[in-house]
């Protein structure tokens, strides 16, 4: 059972940086054929895909927020991180991370509120 999730800070302050990260159980986030995706979903609106990182390392950006964010992994960990830049209050969202290869798996979210 591919399970994901989701974990970083809840309340924060608008700053450089953010990390989230999405802890893989179940499954070798290296297994062939699985890529692994943030996602975010702004209050009342839906969902907007961020970034991808596949099993072999490449990577996939929203060519609107690709300045603005980064992904990495941790083999050893089975984790996949998220890392936001200049965080603003307009960046408070739902942060998921799915997985999908034959199937699709989504993690429950994490609420993340930027103010000051």
């Known amino acids: 059972q591919v399970q994901l999730q989701e974990s970083g800070p809840d309340l924060v302050k608008p700053s450089p940086t953010l990390p989230l990260t999405c802890t893989v159980s179940?499954?070798?986030?290296?297994?062939?054929?699985?890529?692994w995706s943030w996602i975010r979903q702004p209050p009342g609106k839906g969902l907007a895909w961020m970034v991808l990182i596949d099993f072999g390392g490449s990577t996939y950006f929203n060519p609107f927020l690709k300045s603005h964010i980064s992904i990495y992994r941790d083999n050893a960990k089975n984790t996949v991180s998220l890392q936001r830049n200049n965080l603003e209050p307009e960046d408070t969202d739902v942060y998921y991370c799915?997985?999908?290869?034959?199937?699709?798996?989504w993690g429950q979210g994490t609420q993340v509120t930027v103010s000051s």
């Open positions: 179940g499954v070798s986030i290296t297994t062939g054929f699985y890529a």
């Open positions: 799915s997985a999908s290869a034959w199937y699709a798996y």
